[in-house]
Every structure is written in structure tokens, then in C-alpha cells.
């Protein structure tokens, strides 16, 4: 019973995602985080321009949050809305960035290089795009961008930003994925050498103390 609670909380809140992506996705979605508390429900959502989120006199989130309440059950649904940090280091708004662009029109390796330059400019150690589906023809198939250093396996693995979103063209779906490691983020063989002096050492080579006794 446990494993289908967990199972049916894990549904519900990729279709909360999917609802919020729809309804803000013009300002730019970041991450949605959920937290519960004995009163009501907080829903932190970090878009790149929250003024579009907000509405006039915040009319958008009250209908947000009464929509979160009667279709997802949701108690006392209570929206938060924060500027994301770093927008082109925020793997969701970067996918969303290019599922937006591949339906504009834009080539599908054209704009997957140009999200992968901008995440890169903004300073971050490595990235990687993934794109699957109809990208040319009838055919389905996969590509892959990498640049810098990106982390596949192991623990480290979970310090990458990941992102999601999905374009729909004619030819079919394309989905997409973005992994960004920032610049912020320490790895286990990250090193770092420093100079240490100790008294009555020299660093060159040689003891001080025999050296000055040399040159008495």
C-alpha cells in the first residue's frame, strides 16, 4: 500500500508540473518546489520574469491556486513566486528555451548549439543537450551535445542541474534534455595547491639554516 501511495504522489505532482509549465510557461518555468505545512500547501515556483506569473493584482495566481485545490486536491494551495538565479544556468529554462525554438522554426542543431553557447558564456563548467524524435525525417533518432565537463554515474552525477521540456512540430514530438554543471559546484577531485611555509625551510631547495651557515 505504501509503494502505491508513493506511486500516485509521484503522478500527481508530474501532472502539477505539467499544469504550471502550461499555464507560466511564457515567463520562463524553472522548478516547482512543494512544501507542506499543518495549514496549507506552499508551491515555490522560480520563473526568469515573475511579472508574468503574478498578473494584475495577482489575478493569475489566485486562479492558479484555486485550480491546484479542486483538480489536484491540493490543501490550501498557497503560490510563491521567486526570480530564478542565473537564467542561463537554469537547465529547465534553457530546455524550455529550445523546445520553444525548434517551434518557431529554428533548426533543430542550430538552436541546440546556440542554448549550449549562451549556458557556456554565462560561465558554467559543462553542459549537454539531448534531443529525441523526429528531428529530420519519418525516422525517429537521438542526438547529443556536449561541452565541458559533464558527469554521467555515481554521486557526483547528482550535483548536474537537470531540465526537461518537450516540442511539438509536425513531423512528430521532439524531447528534449539539458544537464548544466555550474561553476558554483565542487567535485570530489576537484584539488586545490597552495603555498605553505614552514620556518627554517626554504622552499628552494636546502635548509635556511644551513645555508646562512655557508655563507658565514
Known amino acids: 500500500m ?10 500527481r505532482r508530474q501532472l502539477i508540473r505539467e499544469y504550471l509549465i502550461h499555464e507560466i510557461g511564457d515567463a520562463g518555468f524553472g522548478g516547482v518546489e512543494i512544501q507542506r505545512t499543518p ?9 526568469e520574469r515573475p511579472g508574468l506569473v503574478i498578473g494584475r493584482r495577482g489575478s493569475k495566481i489566485k ?7 479542486k483538480k489536484f486536491s491540493l490543501t490550501s494551495p498557497l503560490i510563491k513566486v521567486e526570480a530564478a538565479r542565473d537564467p542561463n544556468l537554469n537547465a529547465q529554462i534553457m530546455a524550455e528555451k529550445l523546445a520553444r525554438s525548434i517551434e518557431k522554426g529554428w533548426h533543430f ?53 537537470r531540465g526537461y521540456a518537450v516540442a511539438m512540430t509536425k513531423p512528430g514530438i521532439i524531447g528534449i534534455s539539458v544537464k548544466i554543471l555550474r561553476n558554483d ?14 620556518e627554517g625551510v626554504n622552499l628552494n631547495g636546502g635548509n635556511e639554516s644551513l645555508d646562512n651557515q655557508k655563507n658565514e
Do not use: C, W
Open 63 to 69: 486562479s492558479m491556486e484555486e485550480t491546484l485545490e
Open 185 to 198: 559546484v565542487k567535485l570530489p577531485d576537484d584539488v586545490t595547491i597552495r603555498a605553505i611555509k614552514i
Open 2 to 11: 505504501k509503494e502505491l501511495k508513493f506511486l500516485k504522489e509521484n503522478i
Open 109 to 161: 542543431r542550430r538552436a541546440g548549439h546556440s542554448v549550449l553557447r549562451r549556458i557556456m558564456d554565462s560561465g558554467a563548467r559543462g553542459g549537454q543537450i539531448r534531443m529525441g524524435g523526429k528531428l529530420t525525417g519519418e525516422r525517429s533518432r537521438t542526438v547529443k551535445y556536449t561541452t565541458g565537463k559533464v558527469i554521467s554515474s555515481g554521486f557526483p552525477s547528482e550535483l548536474i542541474d
Open 39 to 47: 495549514q496549507n500547501t506552499i508551491v515555490i515556483l522560480k520563473v
